[in-house]
Each structure stands twice: as structure tokens, then as C-alpha cells.
């Protein structure tokens, strides 16, 4: 009988899977650091809390700015160009192995949608597009410097205007074989995967899955309680209000900033005693708002977490229920969420890399400074430092370890309840959205691509 299984993933595609979750983490860490740069710069260069060590904090500021710049950068290519691209080519030829092998086997929509994604080629695009206008550009001024004056080195702007050449060259001809459908290696490799899901095949698994969620006759149990709504709804309002009170204590602080000292080569502002006093009183209780909104937003995450974990406990005790049944649409958010413990190990490596960023700056700023026996610090440092990469090895184990947890926690609901392949729920509302609209215009199938019926 055909069904639903999602892949187990083998060492290749696990190790991929890895690599692009960490890259996401560190693009994340990258926003969160600009912000953390962003407020440390405030606080050393216009509340000046630091005194004598003010130069030395500064330089750590740039550092750490220099270092979440650069990752952010690194982590966007690896994630868009690397990590994907290499992970939907170690799945498709996972689906071409197991369709032999297991051949009642049917990839979930999830997948489906992942091997048929035109998009998937796109951050290579990007990339190829953005390096060969770059070489454009500079290949352009190379021309203009060398007809302004010819006699000025004529070899070293002949060889860097050949490279340049060669560099633009080859990026269009790359741009030009990434244009559409990738290459024609990759088209034809999807082409026959996707010759795999024959609507035929997706219908006849899904009629046998149906027809063994009938033969259930015991009771319905309803995965989606009033106090798991209560919770979500609870956890969605300390989230919302955290947020919001969280930016205006930024956007306060910033004011109270530059109020007193409205640029950097301005000539600070005086208030006189009193309003010295009430700017520092509202500078320190922003501080104080801001650091209470950022522990509300952490236990609420801590909270959705917990959540989604007490959710597959109840999950996994409702399917040793005997001949119970359950519906799809409550089954349809758990088969398309990622685990916890991949979000979870996420948030550690962001944070971790975002930590690292400052103490990595702070010990090479303690090796070069003026201050007596600041040197004393790049052990301490250094040993700080090591600690935090192996919290995030351990981070990067436990994504390892979601990933294959995850998907046989998925498939053992699959296999217990027969869903069918119900697609996730933000899904489900944009179908309904877009399906008038296209029999409007005439057109009766609302699914134009028949590998994801």
C-alpha cells in the first residue's frame, strides 16, 4: 500500500542540512550583533560609562562590527549558494534510490515542493549576478585609468584589465546557464524525479491512506485542546508586547543620546544639573525596560518551546492509544515543523556567534593595548572564547541530532494515523486565497505544477 514517508537523511545530506541551519544561525546572529553593536556604540560613545577604558571599548565596537559584518556576509553565500543547493541534490537522488528500493514509499509534499522549486538555483544567480556587475564596474574604470594615461605601468592595467575581462566573461556565461531551470544536468535530474509523482501515484497513495483512517473506530482524540490554544495565544501576547516594548526603548535611548550630542563632530549639549540628571535617571530606566523586554522575549521563547515539546509528549502518548483516530488538519502543523531541538541548537549557535564576535575583538584589543597588565586578559579571554565554541559544537550536535529525531518522530505519526499529506496551515489559507482568482481567469486546475498534486 503506497504512503507517506518523509527521507531519513544519510551522512552527505545530514552534514548539508547541518550547514545550512548554522549558516541561517549566523545570518541571524548578524542582525542580532548589528543591534548589539548598534547600542554599544551608544552607550561608549555618547552615555561614556567606560572612563579611561573608553578607546580600547571603542575598538572592540569596531571589531565585533567587523567580524558580525564579515559572517553575516560568509553565512549568506554558504546558506544560499553551498548549503541548499547541495542538500535538494543529495535529496533528489535519495528519492530516486529509495523509490527502487521502497518503491510504496512517497515523498511528503514538503519535499515535493523542495525538488520542484524553480527558485533553488536563485542564490547562485544572485551571487554570479552581483560578482560579474561588480567586475563590470571595475573593468570600466581599469578602460578609463588606462586611456587617461597610457604610459602609467601599461602591463599592470593590461593584466588587471584581462582578469577583470575574464572574470566578467565567465560570470555571464555562468549567469546565462543558471537563467532558468539551472543546468541542464540539474533539469533532467529533476525532471526525473518529478516523473516519479505521477498524479495517479499521489492519488492512489492518498485514497489507501484514507481508506485506513476509516478503519479507525475508536475515539477521535483532539490534538489541538483549549489549553494548548490558551497557551499559544498567551505566549503570542508576551512575544507581541516584549517586541514592541523592546524597540521603543531603543528608539528612546537613541533620543536621550542625542539629544545630548547630536553627531559626532558636534559640540556636546548641556542642560544644566537638573536635566544632566533626569536624561542619565531615563537613560538607565530605559536600559533597564529594554533588558526586562529582552528577558520577557527569551522566556517567551522559552515558553513556545516547552510548548512544542509537551505537544509531541502528547502526541506520542495519544498514539499508543488503541484503534484511536485523529484528523489531519491537527496533524498538518507537527508534520511540517522542523524539531525543537534544531530551533533550539539555532538559537545557541546565534547567540554563541554573537558573543564570540565580542570576545575574540576584546582579546586582541587587550594584546595591543595601552593599559598596564590589559595583556593578563587574552587568557582569561581566550579560555572564555573556547568555551563558547564548544557550547556551539554541542549546539551543532544537537541540530544534528533534531534533524533525525524529527523526521522519525513525523514518520511514526505517519505511520500510526495515515494523514494523508496534508500541507502545512499558512499553506492551506494561501490555496484558499488564490484558488477563486485562478478559476476566474478560466483556468480549473489550481495546481500548476502536477508533481505537487
Not at 490558551?230 to 528608539?251: E, M, N, P
Not at 536621550?256 to 544644566?272: T, W
Not at 584589543?365 to 572564547?385: F, Y
Request: aromatic residues 6%; glycine residues 8%; contains cysteine.
Amino acid at each position: 500500500m503506497p504512503r507517506f514517508a518523509e527521507h531519513t537523511p544519510g551522512p552527505a545530506r545530514l552534514l548539508a542540512l547541518v550547514v545550512r541551519d548554522v549558516a541561517l544561525a549566523v545570518v541571524y546572529a548578524g542582525l542580532v550583533g548589528l543591534g548589539a553593536v548598534l547600542l554599544t556604540a551608544l552607550l561608549v560613545e555618547e552615555l561614556q560609562p567606560f572612563g579611561p577604558l573608553q578607546a580600547d571599548a571603542d575598538r572592540i565596537v569596531r571589531g565585533a562590527l567587523a567580524f558580525v559584518s564579515l559572517g553575516f556576509l560568509a553565512a549568506v553565500v554558504v546558506r544560499f549558494v553551498v548549503a541548499t543547493p547541495i542538500e535538494r541534490l543529495l535529496l533528489a537522488r535519495q528519492e530516486l534510490r529509495r523509490r527502487q528500493d521502497q518503491p510504496d514509499l512517497v515523498a511528503p509534499l514538503r519535499d515535493r515542493t523542495a525538488l520542484t522549486d524553480d527558485s533553488l538555483l536563485g542564490g547562485i544567480r544572485g551571487l554570479v549576478a552581483v560578482v560579474g556587475g561588480v567586475g563590470a564596474v571595475l573593468t570600466f574604470c581599469a578602460i578609463v585609468a588606462f586611456l587617461i594615461d597610457p604610459d602609467d605601468d601599461p602591463e599592470f592595467l593590461g593584466s588587471i584589465l584581462l582578469i577583470l575581462l575574464g572574470v566578467t566573461a565567465f560570470c555571464f556565461v555562468m549567469l546565462n546557464t543558471f537563467r532558468r531551470s539551472g543546468p541542464f544536468w540539474w533539469w533532467r535530474l529533476r525532471r526525473t524525479v518529478g516523473e516519479l509523482w505521477t498524479p495517479e501515484f499521489l492519488a492512489t497513495a492518498s485514497r489507501a491512506e484514507r481508506a485506513a483512517r476509516a478503519g479507525f473506530r475508536g475515539e477521535r482524540i483532539d490534538l489541538n485542546s483549549a489549553r494548548h490554544r490558551r497557551w499559544g495565544r498567551a505566549i503570542a501576547i508576551v512575544q507581541s508586547v516584549a517586541g514592541i516594548a523592546f524597540a521603543l526603548s531603543g528608539i528612546t535611548l537613541v533620543i536621550a543620546a542625542k539629544s545630548r550630542q547630536p553627531c559626532r563632530g558636534c559640540a556636546p549639549r548641556v542642560f544644566g544639573a537638573a536635566g544632566e540628571s533626569a536624561i542619565d535617571v531615563l537613560a538607565m530606566a530605559v536600559i533597564v525596560f529594554a533588558l526586562v523586554a529582552l528577558a520577557a522575549l527569551a522566556l517567551a521563547m522559552v515558553g513556545w518551546m516547552l510548548r512544542r515539546l509537551l505537544r509531541r509528549v502528547e502526541l506520542a502518548r495519544a498514539a499508543r492509544v488503541p484503534d484511536s483516530g485523529a484528523s489531519p488538519d491537527d496533524l498538518a502543523e507537527e508534520l511540517n515543523r522542523v524539531s525543537v531541538s534544531v530551533l533550539f541548537g539555532m538559537g545557541v549557535v546565534t547567540i554563541a556567534s554573537v558573543v564570540a564576535a565580542y570576545l575574540a575583538t576584546a582579546m586582541l584589543v587587550a594584546g595591543d593595548s595601552d593599559i598596564p597588565g590589559a595583556e593578563q586578559l587574552v587568557g582569561p579571554l581566550g579560555s572564555a572564547l573556547a568555551g563558547v565554541g564548544a557550547i556551539a559544537a554541542a549546539a551543532i550536535i544537537a541540530i544534528a541530532a533534531g534533524h533525525l529525531s524529527g523526521v522519525r518522530h513525523r514518520n511514526r505519526l505517519r505511520a500510526r494515523w495515515t494523514p494523508g499529506d496534508p500541507p502545512a496551515p499558512d499553506t492551506r489559507r494561501v490555496r484558499r486565497t488564490r484558488r477563486p482568482a485562478r478559476r476566474a481567469r478560466g483556468n480549473d486546475d489550481p495546481r500548476p505544477n502536477p508533481y505537487l498534486a
